[in-house]
């Protein structure tokens, strides 16, 4: 019998952004893939990814950065960014509040830099939301305000 010794593992900054988009948007292991395959009522249902972190250094950015967007905060007035149209679609179906609070929606000196995987890939279309539990307890849920019509519900936001 033997005893392996490990040091700690090392992210690199954006590690875990991008851990939180294999499990939800990877072609061939991604969970957001398994609802392709409902059929019937069973497409009505919401559809919740939950993530299991394990790392008690994990910060919800990460996961708000790989699944909403990076944002950049200014002391001044931010410049003028566009705004995605699927996010004015989302803002159309009472998201509004959600998506000023992310800053998809720019509001105050916080605008988005870039999108995250529920804008960019068509796939997370269905996925209500992730839940993210980590390791020290709390639990983290983003919904998705650009899922399908039939698993997109505003009030998904007080979900936790």
């Known amino acids: 019998m033997g005893t392996i010794n ?3 593992v ?4 954006g590690g875990f952004s991008s851990r939180i988009r294999y499990f939800v948007a990877d072609p061939r292991f991604g969970k957001a893939w398994k609802r392709e395959t409902w059929k019937g009522k069973h497409l009505s249902y919401y559809y919740v990814i939950a993530i299991d972190v394990d790392q008690s250094f ?11 967007d990076q944002r950049a905060g200014y002391t001044f007035e931010a410049p003028k960014t566009p705004v995605h ?5 989302a803002a159309g179906k009472n998201w509004t509040n959600y998506l000023e609070r992310v800053h998809l929606l720019p509001r105050g000196r916080t605008i988005f830099t870039s999108h995250g995987i529920y804008l960019t890939d068509p796939i997370c279309e269905n996925v209500s939301g992730v839940l993210v539990a980590m390791k020290s307890e ?3 849920f983003i ?3 650009f899922a399908q019509d039939s698993i997109n ?3 998904l ?3 936790i």
């Open 58 to 68: 994990f910060e919800d950015e990460s996961a708000l950065e790989a699944l909403l």
């Open 10 to 13: 090392v992210l690199p900054r």
């Open 143 to 145: 919904p998705n305000p």
């Open 6 to 8: 490990s040091g700690p």
């Open 153 to 155: 519900n505003s009030k």
């Open 157 to 159: 936001v007080d979900f």
């Open 85 to 89: 149209p699927k996010v004015n679609k």
């Open 138 to 140: 709390r639990t983290l």
